[in-house]
């Protein structure tokens, strides 16, 4: 209850009644002060819609600059919560911020709270495709040498997701590829990442993207183009209260390998 006490203290603060009055002046706010936040309220609540009827008599439309005070200076302990004087003075303040009583302040900043958790793991997650394309483009950059570590902090090690992109790779990294960067020669671009399934321990994401890369061999200089623009499906879960990309299912895996296998059994 003590952050539910910080949050209402901080919302009156911010309310425009208080703000645009003196008060919001003051940072250090002394008995003056807090009469004047209760003529502020006192106004307010005559108005209120909750008030009018029978709960204006039960729970009354004026506080105390005492009571306001108080409940600014001090630090309530678990006991205050059943204390009915007190409770019906936190009904009258959420009243004043707009809420229907403590109850209804307290479900909306749970729901806020849980939104705003949901928006930030959803942000975290689309910014775990974007992390994870960069890692990506890093390490074809260090072709021939294969290292997959770098793709091991957003991919779990034991995923298939790894185990056939370090294939595929490896491939490569033997037949002595090397990624050309010059001049921006090899680039990538990531778009329009959204959730497709929200489930509270998996997570898939789809992504466009836009992957032009140009490999040459080392000894020969025969060169290899990537350029595709396809659709991407990131499989995420959660193992022990840790996302990473689980699989993917990218349409054009190991495209290279596949050229490479055609060329070599059309060669005579």
């Not at 975290?124 to 290292?147: G, I, S, W």
Request: glycine share 4%; charged share 30%.
């Amino acid at each position: 209850m003590k952050t539910i006490y910080n949050s209402i203290r901080e919302e009156i603060v911010k309310h425009s009644k208080v703000r645009n009055s003196v008060l919001g002046n003051v940072n250090d706010w002394k008995r003056s002060h807090y009469i004047i936040l209760s003529e502020i309220i006192k106004d307010e609540l005559s108005e209120a819609e909750e008030l009018k009827g029978g709960k204006k008599f039960e729970i009354g439309n004026t506080i105390s600059h005492v009571t306001l005070q108080r409940f600014f200076e001090n630090d309530y302990q678990d006991k205050t919560h059943n204390d009915l004087r007190f409770l019906k003075t936190l009904d009258k303040i959420c009243i004043f911020l707009g809420y229907k009583d403590l109850n209804d302040y307290i479900l909306t900043i749970r729901y806020r709270k849980e939104h705003d958790e949901e928006a930030d793991e959803q942000s975290y997650l689309t910014q775990m495709v974007y992390d994870y394309c960069a890692a990506a483009f890093e390490f074809y950059k260090r072709f021939p040498t294969h290292n997959t570590e770098p793709l091991k902090d957003l991919v779990f090690e034991d995923s298939p997701f790894l185990e056939r992109a370090s294939q595929f790779s490896k491939e490569l990294c033997d037949k002595d590829f090397h990624l050309v960067t010059k001049n921006n020669r090899s680039n990538y671009e990531v778009f329009d990442i959204h959730v497709v399934t929200d489930e509270p321990e998996k997570k898939i994401l789809e992504s466009q993207e836009f992957w032009n890369l140009l490999f040459k061999v080392g000894e020969t200089g025969e060169e290899h183009f990537v350029n595709q623009l396809s659709t991407q499906i990131y499989f995420i879960r959660k193992v022990n209260g840790i996302w990473k990309i689980w699989d993917n299912y990218n349409p054009d895996a190991g495209m290279l390998n596949k050229e490479l296998k055609q060329s070599n059994i059309r060669k005579p």
